[in-house]
């Protein structure tokens, strides 16, 4: 399984960026899929995942400003995110998981100017 992220960028604070996250085979292969994020001395963190059934989680920090969707027939899993602020500057991390098994693609860099 491999799993590619693209779609980061340099953005102004309040501007939007779209990651995704297209994988090698059937996305329902995984139980969950989602993103994380690191900065330089901190623990990645979880930013959204959501789960074959649908449902979904948003940290605190993001909840209202980023969505987390996906499209079957892509195989891709979408990070749309709104209204950045500059705290969300990090490496984001695509990942999905399954039956105690997890996957991570390449980071792709996102950076949000003052």
């Known amino acids: 399984v491999q799993l590619q992220a693209s779609g980061g960028g340099l953005v102004q604070a309040g501007g939007s960026l779209r990651l995704s996250c297209a994988a090698s085979?059937?996305?329902?292969?995984?139980?969950?899929m989602g993103w994380y994020r690191q900065v330089p001395g901190k623990q990645r963190e979880l930013v959204a995942n959501?789960?074959?059934?649908?449902?979904?989680y948003y940290a605190d920090s993001v909840k209202g400003r980023f969505t987390i969707a996906r499209d079957t027939a892509k195989n891709t899993v979408y990070l749309q995110m709104n209204s950045l602020k500059p705290e969300d500057t990090a490496v984001y991390y695509c990942?999905?998981?399954?039956?105690?098994?997890?996957?991570w693609g390449q980071g792709t860099q996102v950076t949000v100017s003052s």
């Open positions: 990942n999905a998981g399954h039956r105690g098994t997890t996957w």
């Open positions: 085979g059937n996305i329902f292969t995984f139980t969950v």
């Open positions: 959501i789960f074959r059934g649908g449902s979904s």
